[in-house]
Each structure stands twice: as C-alpha cells, then as structure tokens.
C-alpha cells in the first residue's frame, strides 16, 4: 500500500515545495470531483470534499510514496463574483502551469454527465500551450446507465482531437473506483 501525506496548502506560488517531484495535477470545474478523485484514488480520506462547489481555495500538494505529488487544484468557475474571479483564476493557473518544474501529468477532470463547459475549452486551450502530459478523466460515471455512458464516450472525443480510450481518456468512478486501473498504470509509466 502507498503512503500518502499532506505536503502544503500554496496560495502564492513563491511557497511551492523545495523539493522537486513528478506532479499529478488534478484540474477541473468545481464541484467535478477532483478532491474525491484523490480520496478514492490513494483511499485515504485527505483532500476536503463538498457537495457545495469552491470547497479547495488553494493549491494543495500531497506526496505519494515519496516518490510524486498529487496536487489539487481550486476549481474553476467557481464565481460568485463572475468575470474577475475566473481572470484572476487563469492568471493564478497560467503561472502555476508556466513556473519552473520538475514533469507533470495534468489530470483534467470533467463530469460525464455534462458537456464540458466553456472553462474546460480555456483550460483545454491553455493547457495545450505546455509541454506537459494532459490526459480527460470523464468522471461520476456510477451516475450513468450504460446508453448513456455509450453516450458520453462518444460525445466526449469531440471535445479534443487524438483522445483515445485508456491512451488519454480514462472514465472513472470515485464511488466505485471503476476506471483506477488505467489511470494507476498511467501514473506508474509517468513517474518511471
Ligand atoms: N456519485 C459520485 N459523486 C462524486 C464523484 N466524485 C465526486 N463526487 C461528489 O461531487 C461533489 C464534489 O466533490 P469535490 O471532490 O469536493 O469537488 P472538487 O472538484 O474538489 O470541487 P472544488 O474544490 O470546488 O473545486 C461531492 O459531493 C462528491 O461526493 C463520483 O465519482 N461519483
Ligand atoms: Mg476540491
């Protein structure tokens, strides 16, 4: 079993860890699941979760194994206050994303039940401005019957050229951890 720990909460990003490691960077919406996503994944109840979206305000880091980070991401679209807020958040990400690093792994978390939103286009976008390894985790999918997960596979390769089942789109349950599998072994190749 791996050891997971808390590293930090960084809400400046003069204070990220000294210590250099491969980086799971967990994106998305809020409310999409992207703390659950690390709950089920290292089963061990360590990111703050809730059903009310903007739960994680900071970037947290937590170390697996002493061998990489799982780092989680505010939400996007999380706007009480609209427009300001989301320009604020793509600057905090555009620099989070541009500072000097060891490799990363952007897991980009979107609901399977939805279309992806105009956020994940811009994230999407901004994302494809990096030389990092960005591959869609469709989540929630206990929340689908099976037509509607045929569906949601389908729909969702229009949502970026090349995406390709177990490649760099992995479905994924965090009620279930259906799907942990694919993305374990994603994970293993990425931090060898
Ligand atoms: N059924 C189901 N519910 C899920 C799943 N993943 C997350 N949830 C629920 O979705 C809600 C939001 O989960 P969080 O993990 O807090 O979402 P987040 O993306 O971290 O949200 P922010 O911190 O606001 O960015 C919670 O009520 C979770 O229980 C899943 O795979 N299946
Ligand atoms: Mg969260």
Known sequence: MEKVNFVKSVFDLNSLPKLILPEVILAGRSNV????FINSFVKKKIAM???TPG???????????????????PGFGYS???K???????DLLKNFFTHER???????I??????????????????????YKYVVVLNK????????????????????????????????????SDGKRGIASLIKEFIK
Do not use: C, M, Q
């Open 80 to 82: 009480k206050a609209g």
């Open 84 to 90: 300001e807020i989301t320009e604020k958040w793509k």
């Open 49 to 51: 979760t809730s059903s």
């Open 110 to 131: 979107i609901d399977s039940r939805h279309e992806p939103t105009i956020l994940d286009e811009v994230f999407r976008d901004l994302a494809d401005n990096f030389n």
């Open 141 to 176: 999918t206990d929340k689908l019957r099976r037509g509607e997960y045929t569906n949601a596979l389908r729909n969702i390769v229009k949502f970026k050229e090349g995406l390709e089942l177990n490649r760099n789109l992995f479905p994924y349950s965090s009620l279930t």
């Open 102 to 108: 060891g490799k990363r792994l952007i897991l980009h």
């Open 33 to 36: 699941g992207k703390s659950t």
């Open 55 to 73: 739960k994680t305000r900071s970037i947290n880091y937590y170390i697996v194994s002493e061998r990489y980070y799982i780092v989680d991401l």
